[in-house]
């Protein structure tokens, strides 16, 4: 089993940046790819950017440039860096897992076995 928590989310201006932290704890043998996932209400939920363990980095186009994903293997903890926030972000953000290195596979929630409850990013215009 693994247990994912977020943290970080709160309310900025368009522009504005935030960290979001997400610390796994539980099997390490169940987080080999971690994502990042948003949605909005009414929305699906959408992958934003994912990390292996071995460090390589996808991120979905809407935010290519402006987000960051990054692992801290020693702490167990994923960080999405997002600069330059507009308020189509405004959304719930997920931190999810899996076994399996699956790239841009991983986008596709339905892949991800393990979840977190989620932290609210709210971007004023």
């Known amino acids: 089993q693994v247990q994912l928590v977020e943290s970080g989310g709160g309310s900025v201006q368009s522009g504005g940046s935030l960290r979001l932290s997400c610390a796994a704890s539980g099997d390490r043998s169940l987080w080999f790819s971690m994502a990042w996932f948003r949605q909005a209400p009414g929305k699906e939920r959408e992958g934003v950017a994912v990390?292996?363990?071995?460090?390589?980095?996808f991120y979905a186009d809407s935010v290519k440039g402006r987000f960051t994903i990054s692992l801290d293997n020693a702490e167990n903890k994923v960080y999405l860096q997002m600069n330059n926030l507009k308020p189509e972000g405004t959304a719930m953000y997920y931190c999810?897992?899996?076994?399996?290195?699956?790239?841009?596979?991983?986008?596709?929630?339905?892949?991800?076995?393990?979840w977190g409850q989620g932290t609210q990013v709210t971007v004023s215009s």
């Open positions: 990390i292996s363990r071995d460090s390589r980095r």
């Open positions: 999810a897992s899996d076994s399996r290195t699956c790239g841009t596979a991983c986008f596709n929630p339905r892949l991800l076995a393990y």
